[in-house]
């Protein structure tokens, strides 16, 4: 007899975007001449920079030759990558990361989703609302997240809404709890923490002996000075907090599939007899036993990412979209409709108009104008009544988009 994990079977069975896109494809076959504009999935569109695929052009060839050819490499990823992660993400900025703190991975969502191996069923897990659902799904596959109740929330994790009333500012939960997912620049909602913001957060952790998993998949978007690009940066940061970075949103990898996940040495986990464990050790563990390393020559592309050229790259290709995502703004918030988020993130976060649900307002833009935004209660119940915009479209698409919206005839 197989016995399965029944917590598998408590998750909802359609996922967001196949929702989103069975929708779409209904519509396309209803109305096969309908220019639909989609500015809904969060995934790049803009080429690779051209370092990054010279870089794996050389490195084919390596390992076209016996005498270059890579097999296996160091799971925590090759030394010339780690070492100019930590020069360029963390020295550079005055931040002290050690090599063997870092360790190189396929992507965020993976590291997202599988921190939780090293961690107690019997944390209590905080998630802010909305919320990017791999860290919800992952926790609830893992049995931390208890049962899906009614309103849309797991009864045994913590919800920290961040809406319009609190200024997208999560506040600390009455409740003690042990875990903390942050993710900033945030998805859904492309709102952002100050510094002083998060330092609330870093303090609780430390007082409360509790653990910040904080997803920076965004930093490079961001803008404004008081916007710490790493946790890091905050005082005390190193003892309570796990930093995931990726090389998806920042250079276009999301196909390509490198990121890397930085677990301070600092970093403490306790036994149920109170003995402290670093949590770098537990993940090395797991890391190397079930992760065989990112390809040698993704790995090259990365490093070639930071080389002079590829960072000029890569800030033309971030200007690209934030200059969608200002347009945006401008063009919804000419029309009244209140919007949130887009000066430090890809993300434009839309309150819905006339008190419209997510899904009815995600309808009417896909009905009336063609275009094809993302529910916010698909991330969360406190993403009911909102609808989320990604800039990730081309600039031509995303102008177009919005004068489309000049014609919205609901407020
Ligand atoms: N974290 C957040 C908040 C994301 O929005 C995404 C992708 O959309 C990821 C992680 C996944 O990143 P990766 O492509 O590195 O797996």
């Known amino acids: 007899m197989i016995y399965i994990n029944e917590n598998y079977i408590k998750l909802p069975g359609s996922y967001l975007f196949s929702d989103v896109a069975r929708k779409v494809e209904e519509f396309k076959a209803a109305n096969p001449n309908a220019k639909i504009i989609k500015l809904g999935i969060g995934d790049v569109t803009k080429a690779l920079p051209s370092a990054a695929i010279r870089a794996m052009h050389l490195a084919v060839d ?33 931040l002290d990361i050690a090599a063997d703190e870092i360790f190189v991975s396929d992507g965020s969502k993976s590291d997202t989703g599988n921190i939780g191996a090293i961690l107690g069923l019997d944390n209590v897990v905080a998630v802010t609302d909305p919320v990017y ?44 709890v042990d875990i903390i997912y942050l993710c900033y620049p945030n998805n859904p909602t492309g709102t952002t923490l100050t510094r002083d913001q ?54 276009g990898f999301t196909g390509t599939r490198c990121a ?8 403490m986990g306790y036994t149920k007899l109170g003995e402290k ?21 993704i790995q090259r592309a990365a ?15 971030i200007d690209y979209y934030l200059d969608n995502a200002k347009i945006i703004r401008k ?12 000066i430090n993130s890809p993300y434009i976060w839309v309150k819905t108009p006339d008190g419209m649900t997510s899904w009815g307002f995600f309808d009417y833009l896909l009905n009336d104008l063609n275009i094809v935004g993302t529910p916010g209660v698909g991330f969360g119940p406190s993403g009911e009544g909102y609808l989320r915009l990604t800039a990730f479209g081309t600039l031509e698409n995303t102008k177009e988009a919005v004068g489309r919206f000049s014609k919205i005839s609901i407020q």
């Open 303 to 317: 490093e070639a990412v930071y080389s002079p050229q590829g960072k000029k790259e890569v800030k033309d290709i």
């Open 331 to 342: 063009g919804l918030s000419a029309q009244g409709l209140n919007v949130y988020g887009g």
């Open 133 to 176: 659902p791999v860290y919800v799904d992952t926790n609830a596959m893992a049995g931390r997240a208890g049962n899906l109740l009614q309103n849309g929330r797991w009864s045994k994790l913590v919800y920290v809404p961040c809406t319009i009333e609190n200024d997208f500012v999560p506040e600390l939960p009455k409740e003690k």
């Open 62 to 94: 390596e390992m076209a030759d016996a005498s270059t050819f890579r097999g296996y490499g160091p799971e925590q990823g090759y030394d010339f990558l780690v070492n100019t992660i930590v020069e360029n993400d963390y020295k550079a900025h005055g």
């Open 198 to 251: 998060l330092k609330i957060w870093v303090d609780y952790a430390i007082e409360n002996k509790a653990l910040i998993l904080f997803d920076g998949a965004y930093e490079a978007f961001i803008t404004e000075d008081d916007v710490p690009h790493s946790i890091y940066e905050i005082e005390g940061a190193k003892d309570v907090a796990i930093e995931f970075r990726s090389f998806s949103k920042t250079a």
């Open 260 to 267: 890397y996940t930085v677990v301070p040495k600092t970093v």
């Open 277 to 297: 464990v670093a949590l770098n050790r537990l993940w090395n563990r797991r890391h190397t036993t079930k992760f065989n390393g990112v390809p040698y020559i």
